[in-house]
């Protein structure tokens, strides 16, 4: 287990590795309010909740959403999506209003309506069961699937304006990450004397993503100079 990150190295245990370029990508963790519940958790922090979405021991609480461990009737765990949560939310309040009657409850059920992704501009992929499409038609319907599912009139109108705007102008959807043009523990150069720079990169202060999706978040590394 990788256990410290320095400049041009990593530590795995006692043992230490060098690596000029260090990519670290660590899962997402869920709010601590599932660990004060005191019921049974995964390892994201994730509550297990029951097939109606309520808590083990009390029937009267319910988990949804990210927050939420539930596998579907596949054994496939939901994803810590919005269209998982907003299905949630409806089959709890139907639950609740249920309860209000008497009547039996039923469990949960998602509903897979499909998948979408953006990956550049214009280029997404998309998948709908057994059906797949790529590229600029699959960008499309990203575009209007999302516009569609907008609240009012009016978001609707001024996200469609700015993605157009963003779209004509090529704005870039972030900004570069500046820094040194050298990587710490980077292979000396043979021409210079074996002079080079251990300078870290370092985000730049102005570095923030824009409001706009249409584009792929774009870093720039440039190796030393020889």
């Known amino acids: 287990m990788v256990n410290r990150i320095e400049p041009g190295a990593v530590w795995v245990g006692d043992e230490k590795i060098a690596a000029p370029v260090i990519l670290w990508a660590a899962g997402v963790a869920a709010s601590p309010l599932g660990r004060k519940l005191g019921v049974p958790i995964d390892r994201a922090g994730r509550v297990l909740v029951q097939p109606d979405l309520s808590i083990p021991g009390h029937p009267k609480v319910f988990v949804i ?18 269209p998982v949560a ?8 139907d639950t609740i209003a249920r309860d209000l009657e008497n009547q039996p409850r039923r469990n949960f059920r998602y509903h897979d309506k499909g998948s979408l992704a953006t990956i550049g501009r214009a280029a997404a992929v998309a998948q709908f069961g057994k059906f797949e499409l790529s590229g600029y038609f699959a960008w ?7 516009i569609l599912f907008l609240i009012g009139f009016r978001n609707r109108l001024v996200v469609m304006i700015q993605w157009a705007w963003s779209y004509l102008t090529y ?30 990169f370092h985000p730049s202060a102005d570095a923030r993503p824009s409001a706009s999706p249409l584009d792929t978040t774009a870093v720039t590394v440039t190796p030393p100079r020889h």
Do not use: Y
């Not at 499309?140 to 999302?146: G, K, P, Q, T």
């Not at 570069?176 to 004397?193: C, F, K, R, V, Y």
């Open 86 to 93: 907003i299905q949630q939310g409806d089959w709890v309040a």
């Open 65 to 82: 959403g990210d927050l939420a461990a539930l596998n579907d009737e596949n054994g496939k765990m939901l994803p810590g999506v919005a």
């Open 171 to 200: 704005e870039r959807g972030a900004r570069l990450i500046t820094g040194s043009d050298e990587l710490a523990g980077w292979p000396q150069s043979q021409e210079n004397g074996g002079a080079t720079g251990v300078s870290p």
């Open 140 to 146: 499309l319907a990203w575009l209007f699937i999302h």
